[in-house]
């Protein structure tokens, strides 16, 4: 028997990066991820889906501005002082989780995000997909990986569409900010870091900092790995 629309449910939790970025951050500002409402339609092939798409809303509300100007990458930003404290608390985080690249003739924006995933499915991916938010002259730079093997954060990454022009990117705390979908219905939730994963997680913690060709040394990362890292 075919199984037209498949239920089962793999298990997946997310965690919060420690030391984010080496800030103090309430963790409480990050919205969890969690599934859009797709059981309004009572289409079979939509509700499908349903575990397999996640959102997270944005944690500020704010207009950034890039591009290239006298040949040089820059970026503003403009915050919403109805929902965001003006203060240099705030300006710190927006200008730690904000990393702009000039290369190959293409410039690229990251708002960085906290979220990892963990897992005991190896054959468990995501991929990062736009999130439905506001953008002029932008495009989304999509990413995936299987978390088993990797428990790394993933951002929002953006990238202009005409190098001439500058884009903008208009973040809002009501708003996807970044928007998943795995390639299996996941039973995803929330967890606190237990001493396997922060173990693991320092095997590999900014390992791209130091080393190039990562595929050669992750054979040391995955003999380390705890056979189960979600109890």
């Known amino acids: 028997m075919v199984e037209l629309f498949k239920t089962k449910k793999t298990n997946c939790n997310y965690i919060f990066f420690p030391n984010f970025c080496g800030l103090t951050i309430p963790k409480s500002i990050f919205n969890n991820l969690e599934k859009p409402d797709l059981n309004k339609f009572g289409c079979p092939s939509i509700s499908s889906v349903k575990n397999k798409i996640y959102n997270a809303n944005s944690f500020v509300s704010v207009e950034i501005e890039f591009g290239l100007k006298d040949n040089e990458p820059y970026y503003n930003y403009v915050l919403d002082e109805k929902t965001m404290q003006i203060n240099n608390d705030v300006h710190t ?3 730690s989780l904000i990393v702009l690249q000039y290369e190959n003739n293409a410039i690229n924006l990251q708002l960085l995000a906290p979220y990892a995933f963990v897992t005991d499915d190896k054959e468990l991916e995501f991929t990062t997909v736009m999130p439905n938010m506001k953008t002029e002259n932008c495009n ?3 990413g995936g990986f299987k978390p088993y093997y990797w428990v790394r954060s993933f951002n929002s990454s953006w990238t202009l569409k005409d190098i001439n022009k500058p884009g903008k990117l208009y ?3 009501n708003n996807p900010f ?5 390639n299996k219905s996941v039973d995803l939730k929330y967890m606190e870091i237990t001493k396997d994963i922060n173990n693991y997680l320092n095997e590999s913690f900014r390992i791209n900092s130091f080393r190039k060709n990562l595929n050669n040394i992750y054979s ?3 003999s380390r790995r705890p056979r189960r890292l979600l109890k």
């Open 178 to 182: 970044i928007s998943v979908v795995f």
């Open 220 to 222: 040391n990362v995955l």
């Open 171 to 173: 973040f809002d705390i």
């Open 140 to 142: 989304y730079i999509h």
């Open 93 to 95: 985080l927006i200008k």
